[in-house]
């Protein structure tokens, strides 16, 4: 299995909204078993034991948009079906403090997810949307996207990222589908 989480490289966008998918990576390399990196021009990746597990986990360096760049690098470096794949990244049509776990669907507003379908040529990929909406009314949306959490936020995100990870046990040890069962209904008590 490979879990890509998406996000931009660099300190400038570290705690801005679209690197949801990276601080989810950040949050799973915390509580697993480094075995080794792997630092490619293209992404940086982590074979990690986590839950009895032994997986790879993901950053594209390919800035947002060209997700599916670095992820086209990935399935040839190692041989990998779309069956094994997991994507996580922000989604501002969810409210902050939710998550949402999908087998298939569109990349609805989201250009990184996007360049990931392109590349698979297909909607049938499991993915971890984590939210980060509502957009503000008036607010230009890559304005929106790439601005910072709040500290009020990052703690509502914190506790989120622990709810992503217990869905990641779930998947490892029951299923996507029981996952789904169980945390597309939970939300974080944000007041």
Same mark, same amino acid.
């Given at each position: ?13 570290? $705690? ?7 601080? *989810?990576? =950040?949050?799973?390399?915390?509580? @697993?078993?480094?075995?080794? @990196? ?6 940086? &990746?982590?074979?990690?034991? $986590? ?5 790879? &986990? ?8 060209? @997700?599916?760049?670095?992820?086209? &690098? ?14 996580? *990244? ?24 996007? @360049? ?27 304005? *929106? ?16 990222? =622990?709810?992503?990870?217990? &869905? ?14 169980? *945390? ?8």
């Amino acid at each position: 299995m490979v879990i890509i989480g998406l996000g931009n490289p660099g300190p400038r966008y570290l $705690f801005t909204r679209h690197n949801a998918g990276f601080l *989810y990576i =950040d949050a799973l390399l915390e509580h @697993s078993e480094v075995l080794e @990196s792997v630092d490619h021009k293209l992404f940086q &990746a982590w074979r990690v034991f $986590f839950e009895g597990k032994e997986f790879h &986990a993901v950053k594209p360096l390919t800035y947002m948009n060209l @997700s599916g760049v670095a992820l086209s &690098a990935l399935k040839d470096l190692w041989n990998l079906d779309n069956d094994s794949l997991m994507v996580v *990244y922000d989604d501002f049509d969810l409210p902050l403090g939710r998550i949402r776990l999908r087998k298939k669907g569109s990349a609805g507003h989201h250009k990184g997810m996007l @360049s990931i379908l392109n590349v698979l040529q297909t909607d049938e990929v499991k993915r971890i949307r984590i939210g980060i909406g509502p957009k503000p009314p008036g607010v230009d949306m890559a304005e *929106y996207v790439l601005s910072e959490f709040s500290e009020s936020e990052m703690e509502i995100l914190a506790k989120v990222m =622990d709810i992503a990870l217990e &869905a990641t046990r779930v998947i490892l040890k029951e299923g996507f589908d029981k996952a789904m069962s169980i *945390y597309n209904s939970i939300e974080v008590v944000t007041g």
